[in-house]
């Protein structure tokens, strides 16, 4: 008996393809920001978040209002 050569038709392995990271999402800076832009696309770029505002004296609220879905940095 003796020893042969696997076929020259075989493939090598397979190696497994690395995912590669998404980008981290930070938020705009006031000169990257476009106010025409809606930012609302299916794979973000940047964070998005809210912000609910009150004012109230003794208990009572005599104004509130909420923005939402901002993107810029909220120092800007």
């Known amino acids: 008996m003796s020893w042969q050569e696997p076929p020259a038709t ?5 190696t497994v393809s ?3 990271q998404p980008q981290k999402l930070q938020f705009l800076q006031l ?3 476009d106010e025409h832009n809606s930012y609302d696309e299916d794979e973000p770029t940047c964070l998005h978040y809210s912000i609910e505002w009150k004012v109230s004296i003794n208990n009572r609220i005599l104004s509130k209002d909420t923005e939402q879905d901002l993107v810029l940095i909220p120092s800007a």
């Open 18 to 20: 690395q995912k590669t």
């Open 10 to 14: 075989q493939s090598p392995p397979r």
């Open 31 to 33: 000169a990257e920001w």
